[in-house]
């Protein structure tokens, strides 16, 4: 098996092992209404954001990480960022540390092919 | 010699903030009232006004029940043109204040179908704001501020509306819009007491009722519902 193979297989340590690693419970819906529920590595932190108003204010950046291959095996394509207000977007829900569960919307994603995983920035979506 | 008074009195450059700030509050309470009375959502003109807040965008987590545009007042700047005013007791200046008008949007299901854009919601109640405002501000009742005498005119610079940064993308959607107040004031100083050749005056200020986060509430009570 060649480096590459080697770590998109990697990615079951790394993004989906909820022992050992970092791995989350995210279910994922896409635009047609299928869910999903994986194992992957999520993202919710506060950050500083410059409006350009001069100053700078507190805002909040979510993301997840898939990998690719479970989310064909699931039945999906690769989330992107809906723009078109005529559709559904792809949802994304997941529970904080503290068990409260959060919904959002992908806003854009950032697909990696060469090693087989998907990044995913998020926004709040009211349901 | 030193100066014989307690310096204890606003400058004309606050008291015009505070003031800008009260005008929009007590107009955004009277045109909720006149909303009410013609059927309308009032809430389409319900502004938060502060002033001088580095983080008013915090209100928006902090409450997220209530998603009106916050409108923060603040004084950039004043010159002092030589040839207007004298050296002794009177300068007059134009102060720069920023209106920052701050919209808030969340994507949000839509069940007739697809969904509402954050975005785009977040830009159209930002700009809602700056409609209201620049609206107010420039209206003739207002010409002066409430402050003629003190005031001897103000004229809006610019509009300009701020793009978020594609690199710092947060989950809520807050786009803010900037309307650059330009206002004619005159400053005063003190002057040596018992001088005859000094015309005495009489301080102004403003009396800014806020809430317990700051907010600064109108003056006067309306009636609508929210």
Redesign the interface.
Same mark, same amino acid.
């Given at each position: 098996m060649g480096l590459r193979a080697t770590a998109e297989a990697d990615l079951a340590g790394i993004l989906e092992d909820k022992t050992a690693g970092f791995g989350w419970d995210i279910t994922i819906t896409d635009p047609a209404g299928s869910p999903a529920s994986l194992v992957g590595y999520s993202n919710d932190i506060g950050l500083s954001i410059d409006p350009d108003t001069g100053q700078a204010v507190s805002g909040r950046r979510a993301s997840i990480a898939l990998r690719i291959s479970s989310l064909t095996a699931a039945g999906l394509g690769i989330p992107m960022g809906i723009v078109d207000s005529t559709s559904k977007p792809w949802v994304v829900t997941f529970d904080d540390i503290n068990g409260t569960a959060h919904t959002f919307k992908v806003q854009e994603s950032h697909p990696d092919r060469a090693i087989g995983m998907v990044t995913c920035l998020l926004e709040l979506y009211d349901v | 010699m030193t100066i014989g008074t307690l310096i204890d009195k606003q400058d004309v450059f606050e008291i015009t903030r505070d003031k800008i700030a009260v005008i929009l509050a007590t107009e955004s309470a009277s045109q909720q009232a006149l909303a009410t009375a013609a059927a309308k959502d009032p809430n389409l003109w319900k502004l938060r006004v502060y002033t001088e807040r580095?983080?008013p965008? *915090?209100l928006f987590?902090d409450d997220p029940a209530d998603v009106s545009p916050i409108v923060n007042v603040w004084f950039e700047n004043s010159n002092f043109p030589k040839s207007k005013g004298n050296v002794v007791s009177r300068q007059e200046a134009t102060a720069t204040y920023?209106i920052?008008c701050?919209g808030y949007g969340?994507? $949000?299901?839509?069940p007739a /179908? /697809?969904?509402?854009? /954050?975005d *785009?919601q977040g830009a159209f109640e930002a700009q809602r704001a700056i409609r209201l405002t620049r609206n107010i501000l420039m209206a003739a009742h207002y010409t002066y501020l409430d402050l003629r005498g003190t005031i001897s005119g103000r004229w809006l610079r610019t509009v300009s509306m701020?793009?978020?940064?594609i690199d710092?993308?947060?989950? *809520?959607?807050?786009? $803010?819009g900037?309307l650059a107040l330009d206002v004619a004031l005159n400053e005063y100083a003190p002057q040596i007491d018992n001088d005859p050749t000094i015309d005495t005056l009489d301080y102004v200020s403003v009396d800014v009722k806020r809430a317990e986060d700051g907010q600064v509430v109108a003056e006067a009570d309306f009636d609508y519902s929210p």
């Amino acid at each position: 098996m060649g480096l590459r193979a080697t770590a998109e297989a990697d990615l079951a340590g790394i993004l989906e092992d909820k022992t050992a690693g970092f791995g989350w419970d995210i279910t994922i819906t896409d635009p047609a209404g299928s869910p999903a529920s994986l194992v992957g590595y999520s993202n919710d932190i506060g950050l500083s954001i410059d409006p350009d108003t001069g100053q700078a204010v507190s805002g909040r950046r979510a993301s997840i990480a898939l990998r690719i291959s479970s989310l064909t095996a699931a039945g999906l394509g690769i989330p992107m960022g809906i723009v078109d207000s005529t559709s559904k977007p792809w949802v994304v829900t997941f529970d904080d540390i503290n068990g409260t569960a959060h919904t959002f919307k992908v806003q854009e994603s950032h697909p990696d092919r060469a090693i087989g995983m998907v990044t995913c920035l998020l926004e709040l979506y009211d349901v | 010699m030193t100066i014989g008074t307690l310096i204890d009195k606003q400058d004309v450059f606050e008291i015009t903030r505070d003031k800008i700030a009260v005008i929009l509050a007590t107009e955004s309470a009277s045109q909720q009232a006149l909303a009410t009375a013609a059927a309308k959502d009032p809430n389409l003109w319900k502004l938060r006004v502060y002033t001088e807040r580095s983080n008013p965008w *915090e209100l928006f987590r902090d409450d997220p029940a209530d998603v009106s545009p916050i409108v923060n007042v603040w004084f950039e700047n004043s010159n002092f043109p030589k040839s207007k005013g004298n050296v002794v007791s009177r300068q007059e200046a134009t102060a720069t204040y920023n209106i920052d008008c701050y919209g808030y949007g969340v994507s $949000a299901d839509n069940p007739a /179908g /697809g969904h509402v854009p /954050g975005d *785009e919601q977040g830009a159209f109640e930002a700009q809602r704001a700056i409609r209201l405002t620049r609206n107010i501000l420039m209206a003739a009742h207002y010409t002066y501020l409430d402050l003629r005498g003190t005031i001897s005119g103000r004229w809006l610079r610019t509009v300009s509306m701020f793009q978020p940064q594609i690199d710092s993308r947060a989950v *809520e959607q807050c786009v $803010a819009g900037r309307l650059a107040l330009d206002v004619a004031l005159n400053e005063y100083a003190p002057q040596i007491d018992n001088d005859p050749t000094i015309d005495t005056l009489d301080y102004v200020s403003v009396d800014v009722k806020r809430a317990e986060d700051g907010q600064v509430v109108a003056e006067a009570d309306f009636d609508y519902s929210p």
